[in-house]
Structure formats: structure tokens, C-alpha cells
Nanobody, 117 residues
Framework: QVELEESGGGLVQAGDSLRLSCTAS????????MGWFRQAPGKEREFVAG??????HYADSVKGRFTISRDNAKKTVWLQLNSLKPEDTAVYYC????????????WGQGTQVIVSS
């Protein structure tokens, strides 16, 4: 069982930045593809970014604004959110999947990001 603990959400204004962090309890963290999803009110959960052996992938809606990174020694993955827009408002979830995020094995509890206009 892998536990994912997120932090870093908050209330910001449009154009501001945030950095989300997700730390895993599992020592085999390096074997997992890690990623971030988000769910806005009344909408389905959607992929935001992923990082693994095959590289880094972003949703089109966040390309050029968000950056995902990881440190396997620290068992941590980050999501840097820049140039935030009101439409980025959502609960952001950390995810771990093996061999990919097509099937997520573990979810974090979620961290709220609210972007005011």
C-alpha cells in the first residue's frame, strides 16, 4: 500500500503561482509513473501532468504554464503552477501508476486550488 500526501494548495489570484507537493510512503516510488489530476466542481477528474521513464506529459490546457518534477530519493513529486487562471480552480490529486497512469494504483487525498479573477 502506497500512501500519497499532498500539500501546497490555496487561494490565489489570477496570474499567481503555486507549488504542489506530493510525498509517497513507498520505498519503490521510483518504479511508479507519478502524476497530477484535477477535478473541478461538476466536472470529471482530468489528467494534468505525468512523469515517468517514458518522459513528461502535460494536458494541452496547462502546457507552458505548469511544470512537473520528481526526486526519487525524496519520494516526492511536485507540480509548479504558474500564470494561474480561474479555470484552473479544482481539487488537485496526486496519482501513482505502474506501468502507466492509464490505471492509477494510488491516489492522494487531494489539495484545493482556488484562483480568483
Amino acid at each position: 500500500q502506497v500512501e500519497l500526501e499532498e500539500s501546497g494548495g490555496g487561494l490565489v489570484q489570477a496570474g499567481d503561482s503555486l507549488r504542489l507537493s506530493c510525498t509517497a510512503s513507498e520505498g519503490t516510488f521510483r518504479l511508479y509513473v507519478m502524476g497530477w489530476f484535477r477535478q473541478a466542481p461538476g466536472k470529471e477528474r482530468e489528467f494534468v501532468a505525468g512523469i515517468g521513464w517514458s518522459g513528461i506529459h502535460y494536458a494541452d490546457s496547462v502546457k507552458g504554464r505548469f511544470t512537473i518534477s520528481r526526486d526519487n530519493a525524496k519520494k516526492t513529486v511536485w507540480l509548479q503552477l504558474n500564470s494561474l487562471k480561474p479555470e484552473d480552480t479544482a481539487v488537485y490529486y496526486c496519482a501513482a501508476g505502474k506501468p502507466s497512469l492509464a490505471t492509477v494504483d494510488y491516489w492522494g487525498q487531494g489539495t484545493q486550488v482556488i484562483v480568483s479573477s
